[in-house]
């Protein structure tokens, strides 16, 4: 059941960007490096301050119904890059604020 997660993060965002490249030492003491990967896997840590109980709700369920295993697009609002992402931990950190306010943040990983 892939999908699209159409919330739009606060203004704390943060992306990392991770090669991964294999380190090889020749016998006469030189480094030799190649990529194993095609592309750099993105990171992104996702921000939501003082959203509404709704909003809140919906974020979880999208999380919930995933189950941390599957994929769904999702558009950089740095970019505006439409990557293949899924979560990459088992929870979400959702805290409550009062007054029917919280806050929210989990991180996501591209599908390469």
């Known amino acids: 059941m892939a999908g699209t997660f159409t919330y739009t993060p606060d203004a704390v965002f943060t992306q990392a960007i991770r090669y991964n490249t294999l380190i090889t030492n020749t016998t006469y003491g030189k480094e030799r490096r190649r990529n194993k990967w095609a592309s750099p896997k993105r990171y992104f840590t996702l921000q939501y301050n003082n959203v ?61």
């Open 52 to 112: 509404s109980k709704t909003t809140a709700d919906g974020i979880t369920s999208f999380f919930n119904v995933r189950e941390n295993w599957e994929s769904f697009n999702w558009e950089n609002p740095i970019d505006t890059t439409e990557y293949r992402v899924r979560f990459v931990e088992d929870s979400i950190k959702r805290d409550y604020i009062g007054e029917d306010r919280y806050n929210i943040q989990f991180n996501l990983v591209e599908i390469l």
